[in-house]
């Protein structure tokens, strides 16, 4: 399963967002990779890694491509879609949170 996400905190895909999205990707029954929307395939990379998730330098409003693939993949894809849709309220938490 694969969906393209439009980043929406402030920070991107970096600091507590994306610590969040490492956490989040880890919970999950599934091998989930994330990468730029416009790199396709070839740019994807551990999205339970922090490093992975950070080296990416994505930005607010750019779309990433998230891929999982096992039993929870449509599970992980939707909290994931939610951790980068949802802005930041102004003390860096989710709005949701």
Do not use: W, Y
Not at 28 to 42: H, N, P
Request: glycine share 10%; aromatic share 2%; proline share 3%.
């Amino acid at each position: 399963m694969r969906r393209v996400v439009t980043v929406v905190p402030e920070a991107g895909l970096h600091a507590r967002p994306a610590a969040k999205f490492v956490e989040t990707a880890g919970e999950f029954d599934a091998e989930v990779q994330v990468g730029r929307a416009d790199e396709g395939d070839d740019g994807l990379v551990n999205a339970a890694s922090m490093l992975g998730v950070t080296g990416l330098n994505v930005r607010r409003d750019e779309d990433v491509l998230i891929v999982a693939e096992g039993d929870d993949a449509e599970a992980a894809l939707d909290a994931l879609e939610a951790i980068l849709s949802t802005p930041e309220s102004g003390d860096g938490e989710s709005e949701d949170a």
